[in-house]
């Protein structure tokens, strides 16, 4: 709705370079927007995502080790390149 009435309040300010103003600020809100749904969730399996279940695995070995413990599990293989 922003979108759609800020050239109209920028109009009488601004006259010819209202669409050219206006777009680009459409465009650095829906950016945000695309942005804000990414960062929305960011562990998972998916390539852009944290890889949670590696990253707490390696925590997991690591304090084993730290602990003295000899059964330690081995690393997690990467699937496809990524890590799950």
């Given at each position: 709705m922003y979108c759609i009435l800020?050239?109209?309040g920028l109009v009488a300010?601004?006259?010819w370079a209202t669409p050219l103003i206006s777009a680009v600020i459409a465009y650095t809100f829906f950016g945000f927007d695309a942005l804000s749904?990414?960062?929305e969730e960011p562990f998972g399996l998916a390539?852009?995502?944290l890889p949670l279940t590696a990253l707490s695995h390696t925590?997991?070995?690591n304090l084993r080790e730290a602990l003295g413990d000899?059964?330690?599990?081995p690393d997690i293989a990467p699937i496809n390149g990524y890590l799950p």
């Open positions: 800020l050239p109209f300010s601004l006259g749904e990414e960062l390539a852009n995502q925590i997991e070995i000899t059964d330690i599990p």
